[in-house]
C-alpha cells in the first residue's frame, strides 16, 4: 500500500455483507479475492452472478467481474489488506454465550499468509474483546511478526476492527455513503484501516480504539431492540385492552418529543436479535434493560402464535395464508426471523391448512418438511384462503386493495391494511381476546 498502488484486498467471507463489501471495493479499482467455505458460492460469483437478493448488487458483481477486478476462491492467497467478514452467532443453550469461532478460524488461515505491511480488518459484529483476541491468536501462529500492542517499535501488520452499518435492500448505497467507526489495536493500526476505507467510502470515518468500536456496534443495536421492544410490548397491552394499537401509536406520535416505532410478529436478523446479548454476556450484572427488550422482543413471537393459532382453530374449515417469512420486508434474508417460526408452528400444528406465501423464496425452509404446508403466491392466496396472517410487510402484500381482502379474516401483525374491516364477531373474536 505504498505510494499512490492500489492494495489487493481479500474478503473472507462472501455473505450478506461480505459480497456487497467485495464488489463495492472492487468498483473503486482494487483487485478483490473472495474467499467462502462454499464451493457452489464460488462457482456463482466467479460466473458473475450472485446467491443472495439486494438491489443492484448482481449488476455490479458482474461488471466487476467481467473487468477482472472481483474473483472468488475457497482458499486464501496473499494479499495487502484482508477483511473479515463471516458469521458471529451465538450458542443457543440458554446462556447466549457468542461464538466467535468462525472470526478466528478465519484469522488463523489469514495468519498463514501474512507478510510485513498487511492490514487485518475485522467487520464482523463481535463481543468486545474480541479484535485483541484475535490480534493473540495471530501472535500464537505467527511468531516471526511483530503484533501491535504486543511489540516495543513499529509493528509488522496493523489490525483494526470497523463494522458495517447497513440496511439490508439498501446495503451498496450504505456502504458507500454511510459513516464508519474504525478501532485500531493502536493508533497507527486505526490510520493503516482509514486510508483503506477512504478508498471507497464516502461518508465520515472515525478513528478510535478496537473495544470502543466493538461496543459501538453492540449499542447501536441495542438502542434499537430496546425501542422495538416497547412497541411490541405496547402492542401486546392494546390486545389485552382491545384497542387498536396502530390508532394509539399514531395519535401518540403527535407529540412533538415522542416517536414510537411500529410493533410487529418479533425481532429478526442476524443483528438486532443477537447483538444485545452480546453485551448482556459482557456485563450481565448491569444490563436488565438490554434483558428484558430482548425477553420482551422473544415473547411478542410467541404471543402472535397463540393469536394466529387461536385464529385458525375459530375456522376450522378455513384455509390460512401466512403472508412471509424473512425478518424484514423486501429481502431474502430469513435469519432469526420471527416470521418463520411463526409460520412453521402453525404449519407443525395445523399441516395442509397453512400455506405460506414468501415471494423471496424459491421453496419453503426445511422446517416446514412434512408438515403438508405448501408455497403458493398472492394471488393465489386471495383466491383460495380465507384468513390472512401478516407477517412481513413486503410491498406486494401492501399493494393488495381492499377490495381484494374484504372479505378475508385478517391478522396483520405489521399494521401494512389500516383499511382493513375489523374481524368478525362470535367465534373468532372470543378467541383473540383469550389468545391477547
Known amino acids: 500500500m505504498r505510494g499512490q498502488e492500489l492494495p489487493t484486498v481479500s474478503v473472507i467471507g462472501l455473505g450478506y455483507i461480505g459480497l456487497p463489501t467485495a464488489a463495492v471495493i472492487a468498483r473503486a479499482g482494487m483487485r478483490v479475492r473472495g474467499v467462502d467455505v462454499s464451493q457452489a458460492v464460488v462457482d456463482t460469483i466467479n460466473r458473475g452472478e450472485i ?7 448482481d449488476g455490479l458483481v458482474h461488471g466487476v467481474v467481467q473487468r477482472g477486478l472481483l474473483s472468488a476462491a475457497t482458499d486464501i492467497a496473499p494479499a495487502d489488506v484482508f477483511v473479515i467478514a463471516v458469521p458471529t452467532p451465538f450458542h443457543k443453550d440458554g446462556r447466549h454465550t457468542p461464538d466467535i469461532s468462525y472470526v478466528l478460524e478465519a484469522a488463523r488461515n489469514v495468519a498463514r499468509v501474512l507478510k510485513p505491511g498487511d492490514t487485518i480488518i475485522l467487520e464482523s459484529t463481535s463481543p468486545v474483546g474480541t479484535t485483541v483476541e484475535m490480534r493473540d491468536m495471530i501472535a500464537a501462529e505467527r511468531p516471526d511478526l511483530a503484533m501491535p500492542g504486543l511489540c516495543e517499535g513499529t509493528p509488522d501488520v ?20 454511510n459513516d464508519r467507526s474504525i478501532g485500531g ?3 497507527r493500526c486505526a490510520r493503516k484501516a482509514l486510508a483503506f476505507y477512504k478508498r471507497f467510502v464516502r461518508g465520515t470515518c472515525v478513528t478510535t480504539d478496537a473495544a470502543s468500536a466493538e461496543m459501538t456496534k453492540l449499542v447501536e443495536n441495542a438502542y434499537r431492540d430496546v425501542n422495538i421492544a416497547f412497541a411490541n410490548e405496547l402492542s401486546v397491552v392494546a390486545d389485552a385492552m382491545g384497542l387498536d394499537v396502530w390508532e394509539v401509536i399514531r395519535l401518540a406520535n403527535r407529540h412533538p418529543r415522542v416517536n414510537i416505532l411500529n410493533p410487529g410478529p418479533g425481532v429478526g436478523g442476524h443483528c438486532i436479535a443477537v447483538d444485545p446479548w452480546f453485551i448482556v454476556h459482557g456485563a450481565p450484572e448491569q444490563t436488565p434493560l438490554i434483558r428484558t427488550a430482548r425477553g420482551v422482543n422473544d415473547n411478542k413471537i410467541h404471543h402472535v402464535i397463540a393469536r394466529a393459532s387461536a385464529l385458525v382453530e375459530a375456522s376450522p374449515s378455513a384455509k390460512v395464508a401466512c403472508l412471509g417469512l424473512a425478518f424484514k420486508a423486501n429481502i431474502d434474508d430469513f435469519r432469526e426471523s420471527p416470521a418463520r417460526l411463526v409460520a412453521a408452528t402453525l404449519a407443525r400444528r395445523f399441516g395442509s391448512r397453512i400455506h405460506v406465501v414468501e415471494p423471496y423464496a424459491a421453496e419453503l425452509p426445511r422446517e416446514f418438511e412434512g408438515t403438508g404446508a405448501s408455497a403458493i403466491d398472492i394471488d393465489t392466496a ?4 380465507d384468513v390472512l396472517i401478516v407477517l412481513v410487510d413486503h410491498d406486494v402484500f401492501k399493494s393488495v386493495p381492499l377490495a381484494e ?3 378475508k379474516v385478517v391478522y396483520d401483525t405489521r399494521g401494512i391494511w389500516p383499511d382493513q374491516p375489523q374481524l368478525a364477531p362470535g367465534a373468532v373474536q372470543p378467541a383473540l381476546r383469550k389468545a391477547g
Open 158 to 177: 496493523s489490525i483494526a476492527y470497523c463494522p458495517e452499518r447497513v440496511l439490508p435492500g439498501r446495503i451498496l448505497e450504505e456502504l458507500t455513503n
Open 405 to 407: 381482502r374484504a372479505d
Open 51 to 57: 446467491h443472495i437478493e439486494e438491489v443492484d448488487l
Open 185 to 187: 489495536i493502536t493508533p
Open 382 to 385: 386471495l383466491e383460495e384462503c
